[in-house]
């Protein structure tokens, strides 16, 4: 092996390192010196082109339509992504010292194989969103339609299909459009989040000066009271704060994918501190035009879809939908297609290269019929958010405390991309029973609370209900103890203690 200084300046090709091809591609492979192109400001960019967007709009609504002060919803998201900051820059810090992505990263804590199972979760859930994103796209456009077509028969809903069959169409279109960014790849994505960031940033301000105006000024913009009791307001506080969580708990775990493009760990970390700086200040622009909605139609209108519907003539609403388009493009490529692509990779590195990742993503996205959880706020925040965090939690549990209390940071790079049985996280046959177990158990107890919530249960005790609203919670800590422990159990393979520096280390 070359030294570790001859390492610093070299690709992977130049190594002494051969790594099981079933493991590897070039999607897959450690980023090399020249691809570490990402700066604190792009990173920050990246984070601005996630926020500004219709969901993140639409669940600062969603605490207003469910009785919050405009207030009381911005203290919960900003507590709720201080939170999530933490996981975010610990888990950022393996992408940055080795240039691994998620994928090749998880085989450390589930093994060469088991690492199959977080991956497809987290793709699982991207391609959710990735459906939830394309028809809100989808409803811009049926916006743009003159009035004539959207009352004629085609605009009628049909029972089995739960939409109309135009509204399905809109969203097919929004649908293929994205697909062109899709083939541009990861440096495509870093250049559309870094220019578009300015113009989002410009719309939004352009939305809440709109409000600001109709509304009669500032005062009367905030002046909707909360509808909770104080008893009632700690109810809807802890599963909101929750949902909040679970909103960025997928980006969470599959933050590597992104800073293993970053230039130093300084560079991620003071990226990383864009999030809950943007998500504070956009959340305040969603609640305070959602709250000046009361005020200016008489109705708390939290889908922003239906607002632009009432604003402005056709020239107006171009320019919104431009934004809308814009903004959807630029978080759904980068949080929803990006970790499912690297999954599907990681699955079959022979078959699948990151668009036809992408691409299996965007079908999977239709298949979650995104118009049925987007029925409502409940839906959208209790059913949906709150109960895919009890499968982010625990695996986000699991990995920091292999990363580091279990490998102390250390990671064997030659082994991660081997197959072979003496292997440092090859474990049983390639799957580490420890992290599977724990990833179940963190699991189980917020079934029944989820089960209850989506009308299997008809009743359940008040703890699982208790448990659900704090699934994340519960989950991340329960499942990262007990796999510390059964690891304990387990003892440490003795072939996982050199680790091997292949490629220059961010530190």
């Known amino acids: 092996m070359k030294s570790s200084n001859s390492s610093n300046s070299m690709s992977l090709p130049d190594l002494e390192f051969e790594s099981d091809p079933t493991l590897t591609n070039e999607d897959l492979k450690p980023t090399a010196p ?4 990402f700066s604190g400001f792009e990173i920050a960019t990246f984070w601005v082109g996630l926020v ?5 709009y639409y669940l600062a609504g969603s605490l207003v339509d469910l009785g919050m002060a405009w207030w009381q919803g911005i203290a919960t998201v900003v507590a709720a992504n201080m939170v999530l900051l933490v996981p975010l820059v610990l888990t950022g810090h393996a992408g940055t010292r080795y240039g691994i992505s998620f994928p090749v990263l998880v085989r450390s804590s589930f093994g060469i194989h088991g690492a199959h199972i977080p991956t497809l979760l987290r793709a699982l859930i991207g391609c959710g969103w990735y459906g939830i994103e394309s028809w809100i796209g989808g409803e811009a456009i049926f916006l743009l339609l003159p009035k004539s077509i959207k009352e004629a028969s085609l605009s009628q809903p049909l029972p089995w299909l739960g939409t109309s069959p135009l509204e399905f169409a809109c969203f097919l279109v929004f649908w293929v459009a994205q697909l062109a960014f899709v083939w541009k790849g990861i440096d495509g994505i870093r250049k559309l989040e870094k220019y578009s960031a300015p113009i989002l940033v410009a719309l939004t301000s352009s939305l809440l000066i709109w409000s600001c105006v109709k509304a009669g000024g500032f005062a009367h913009m905030l002046s909707l009271s909360s509808k909770l009791s104080a008893s009632e307001f700690w109810s809807v506080f802890f599963p909101s704060l929750t949902a909040n969580i679970s909103f960025w708990a997928t980006v969470a775990i599959n933050i590597p994918d992104f800073t293993r493009y970053a230039k130093s760990q300084k560079d991620q970390v003071i990226g990383q501190i ?3 700086i943007f998500m504070g200040a956009f959340t305040f622009v969603g609640l305070a035009v959602t709250s000046s909605t009361k005020v200016i139609f008489g109705e708390v209108i939290s889908d922003p879809i239906q607002l632009l519907g009432k604003i402005g003539g056709l020239t107006t609403r171009i320019i919104a939908i431009f934004g809308i388009s814009l903004a ?3 978080t759904n490529i980068a949080a929803n297609v990006v970790a499912p692509a690297n999954a599907l990779v990681n699955l079959s590195p022979k078959w699948f290269t990151f668009t036809r990742g992408a691409l299996l993503t965007a079908l999977l996205g239709i298949a979650f019929q995104p118009w049925r959880l987007l029925q409502s706020s409940e839906s959208f925040v209790y059913t949906w958010l709150v109960g895919y965090s009890a499968l982010m939690g625990p695996i986000a549990g699991i990995v920091l405390a292999d990363y580091y209390i279990i490998q102390k940071t250390d990671l064997n790079m030659k082994d991660l991309y081997s197959k072979s049985p003496h292997g440092a996280y090859w474990y049983s046959g390639g ?3 420890a ?9 189980l107890p ?3 609370g989820f089960l209850q919530k989506i009308g299997l249960a008809t009743s359940v005790p008040n703890t699982f209900v208790v448990i659900y609203n704090n699934a994340w919670f519960i989950s991340f800590f329960s499942a990262g103890f007990l796999y510390l422990v059964l690891s304990n159990l387990r003892g440490k393979p003795g072939n996982s203690a050199a680790r091997d520096n292949l490629l220059p280390t961010a530190k």
């Open 34 to 37: 020249t691809q570490r192109t």
């Open 52 to 56: 500004v967007g219709v969901p993140s």
């Open 274 to 276: 864009g999030l809950p």
């Open 328 to 330: 959807i493009i630029t």
């Open 431 to 433: 799957f580490n029973v």
């Open 435 to 443: 992290a599977i177990l724990a990833l179940v158990i963190g699991v």
């Open 446 to 448: 917020v079934v029944p």
